[in-house]
């Protein structure tokens, strides 16, 4: 991302009739939300310059959720071993058949601002950005919520193979209010997958988004809803910052 690149909203943008669909719906597509130089360049960061981590699910019968998150850089895998690897990738497939899991790649924003990592990076001025009064109080208006003090964010790659099983988002104390999706993906197709799957109570699909380029998806988190396989054929990445609107305190950097 270019030093002179501003992330800002777009100039007169109205959340008004926004708030009136997710009011109805508890759903809403908002597209354009940046400039076009800065939605490019945004695009650019995450597609370039990103040290991303993979990341999915173990059993672990002595953690307290009776699973561990597994964050492998690529110096971990690469230790691991291709074998290895290969085989629990495979138990990772076997457990999502029983809608248990999800694989992806990600870079932990929020850990990454609070604890230092990548210091001068340009991802962090997006943290800043999307914690900014200006996209907080855009979100307050979208949602109705007027106590949002913090969004939480992590940059996700999704490429051949990687899903999300379907799961809800209430949060342990019931913190966050609206989960959301900042797409910076151009050109996707529907039949490369990596939809966002929105579920009624029969799990039958209500709506199907796709991973459009600098549009906003602001959705209530207690609705079930997944992340559809990317196809073996799917001809680019699916790049996206997703995470929730929250009201518990805002936290300080370290």
Known sequence: ????????LRPGLDPAPFAEI????????????????????VHELLRSSISW????????????QGHKINVLSAADIEAIGRQQMAQRIQGVMARAKDNYGYL????????????????????????EFLNSPAFLEFGRAVI??????KADAQATLYTRGHFLTRHVDEGYDRERRA????????????????????????????RGLLPRFNTLNIFDGTMVHAVSAVSPFAGGHRLQITGWLRDDPPAKPS
Not at 53 to 64: C, N, Q, T
């Open 1 to 8: 991302m270019a030093q002179d690149i501003e992330l800002t």
């Open 22 to 41: 997710y009011a109805r719906d508890k759903l809403v597509s908002i597209p354009d939300i940046l400039p076009d130089a800065a939605a490019n360049a």
């Open 53 to 64: 981590r993979l990341i999915f699910p173990e059993p672990a019968p002595d953690h307290p």
């Open 104 to 127: 992806y790649n990600a870079y932990p924003m929020i850990e990454a601002y609070m604890k230092g990592w990548d210091s001068g990076h340009p991802i962090h001025r997006l943290t």
């Open 144 to 149: 109705g919520e007027k106590q949002i003090t």
């Open 179 to 206: 989960a959301y999706t900042f797409g910076f993906t151009p050109e996707w197709q529907p039949d490369w997958g990596g939809l966002l799957l929105l579920l009624d109570s029969n799990f039958d699909i209500q």
